[in-house]
């Protein structure tokens, strides 16, 4: 066995030794995965490897294997292969659709992460791509993206409604807009909007403009940039982001570069995290491992996060903790608005959110709020809305007209007695921040559908 092979976590070797069969470069020898699977039973070594998104690599080494525990995992990966399959391969008249009227409007898009990154997996090693992410300029190329698809049958999924902060230091709008098809039956898009957001308050302006091509990936270091961001949020690495480092070395010439760009999102402790996973993770070539070495950063790594993406406790504390380093960069001398920024990022991260019925003595601003990097707008749809509160539709909605503000060329703030709606694309919002909404309000929304 070797160094790598007898590596552990807290979590136990077995789980380690489970995930090796989904990664491209294995660090562990087929006998000794066999062995962790037969401890953690097949369903088990399934769940895990699906947790790591790197489901498809396993299934297609475990499907052919000699050994009937192998294949097992495999069969009880074939129904979450199915779905996500299905869902992908809509991707090219999903992009046919928007990339006509992209030219026709004059937008710039890039493909990132997954999509961008899939072609570079090794023929039969197929990588696990779960939505189509697509990086625009603006949000208003957003919200005209969101609407060319919304008249094609997608909406705003419940559980992850659009959203937009405003940079403090240039005052760009940034965020997602997100559409979905009601039966999941297409594959999901993310639109990322302007500079590209790193957990709570953290943001990395990427490179590309003028000189980079649309309708492409993004380039290598912007794109991997993105990978760790979004990896970064989730305060866990898992081995489908091991398994894209890998596979981008060779391109990642600029070390630089790529650390200039996370230094600027408070992510180089991060980074040093994510590169000692993957020289723990992959059995690197002389090569591989000096082209690691050029990359990682002179400075001391974040905790390693656990094989198990379940322990909220340990993303508060790196959240607060990370919120807390970036906002000193904004207020070096004034400790006071630099707590004030982690107290928010600690609210957010520790406690459950449901959208809710605001209390009667809650006092919450009716209006937007100010606009930062550390708050976090989200654009409640009023049907959604209003199903959280009157299900059987009873809101008597007000009839008195707004007075309305462009926020952007697509995005419309309505300033009502009871407080402001945004209306987008035709369709209208209740900007929350606490994820509180007060019936009045919702009522306004309703009546303005």
């Known amino acids: 066995m070797t160094r790598s092979e007898s590596s552990t976590t807290s979590d136990g070797p077995a789980l380690e030794a489970v995930l090796s069969l989904g990664a491209i470069q294995p660090w562990m020898s087929i006998e000794t995965t066999v062995a962790a699977v037969e401890a953690v039973g097949p369903a088990a070594a399934a769940a895990l490897l699906k947790t790591h998104k790197t489901s498809r690599i396993a299934h297609a080494r475990a499907i052919s294997s000699e050994f009937d525990i192998l294949r097992q995992v495999a069969r009880a990966l074939e129904p979450h292969i199915d779905t996500i399959t299905a869902r992908v391969d809509t991707g090219p008249e999903v992009i046919r659709r928007f990339a006509g009227y992209a030219r026709e409007h004059d937008i710039s898009w890039w493909f990132m992460k997954g999509?961008?990154?899939?072609?570079?997996?090794?023929?039969?090693?197929?990588?696990?791509?779960?939505?189509?992410?697509?990086?625009?300029?603006?949000?208003?190329?957003?919200?005209?993206?969101?609407?060319?698809?919304?008249?094609?049958?997608?909406?705003?999924?419940?559980?992850?409604?659009?959203?937009?902060?405003?940079?403090?230091?240039?005052?760009?709008?940034?965020?997602?807009?997100?559409?979905?098809?009601?039966?999941?039956?297409?594959?999901?898009?993310?639109?990322?909007?302007?500079?590209?957001?790193?957990?709570?308050?953290?943001?990395?302006?990427?490179?590309?403009g003028p000189s980079m091509p649309s309708e492409g990936p993004l380039s290598w270091v912007d794109n991997i940039c993105c990978v760790l961001g979004n990896a970064a949020g989730d305060c866990f690495i898992d081995l489908k982001t091991v398994n894209d480092i890998v596979l981008c070395l060779p391109e990642l010439h600029d070390a630089s570069a790529l650390h200039a760009r996370l230094d600027e999102a408070g992510l180089l402790p991060f980074l040093t995290t994510c590169l000692d996973r993957v020289a723990r993770w992959s059995r690197l070539d002389a090569r591989q491992q000096d082209q690691l070495a050029r990359l990682m950063p002179d400075c001391t790594a974040e905790p390693e996060p656990p094989l198990l993406d379940d322990q909220p406790g340990f993303r508060l504390s790196v959240t607060v903790d990370h919120a807390r380093a970036v906002a000193r960069r904004w207020f070096p001398d004034d400790p006071t608005r630099v707590e004030q920024v982690a107290a928010t990022a600690a609210e957010a991260y520790g406690n459950e959110h449901p959208l809710r019925l605001a209390t009667s003595d809650e006092t919450r601003p009716a209006r937007l709020p100010e606009l930062n990097n550390w708050t976090c707008v989200r654009l409640v749809p009023a049907a959604l809305a209003q199903r959280v509160l009157d299900p059987a539709g009873h809101l008597d909605a007000p009839r008195a007209q707004p007075r309305l503000s462009a926020l952007t060329e697509e995005v419309t703030v309505a300033g009502h007695d009871c407080g402001d709606l945004v209306t987008a694309i035709g369709d209208t919002f209740v900007p929350t921040v606490d994820f509180a909404l007060t019936p009045g309000l919702v009522a306004t929304a309703y009546g303005a559908t």
Do not use: N
């Not at 090693?125 to 603006?138: A, F, I, W």
């Not at 049958?153 to 405003?166: A, S």
């Not at 940034?174 to 999901?188: A, E, I, N």
């Open 115 to 208: 999509f961008a990154l899939r072609d570079r997996y090794p023929q039969g090693l197929p990588r696990d791509v779960g939505d189509m992410d697509v990086q625009v300029s603006t949000l208003d190329d957003a919200w005209r993206l969101a609407r060319l698809l919304r008249e094609d049958g997608y909406g705003y999924p419940d559980g992850e409604v659009p959203w937009f902060k405003r940079d403090i230091t240039t005052g760009e709008l940034y965020g997602q807009v997100r559409v979905v098809t009601p039966r999941r039956d297409r594959v999901s898009v993310d639109f990322h909007a302007g500079p590209y957001s790193v957990r709570h308050c953290g943001r990395m302006h990427l490179g590309q």
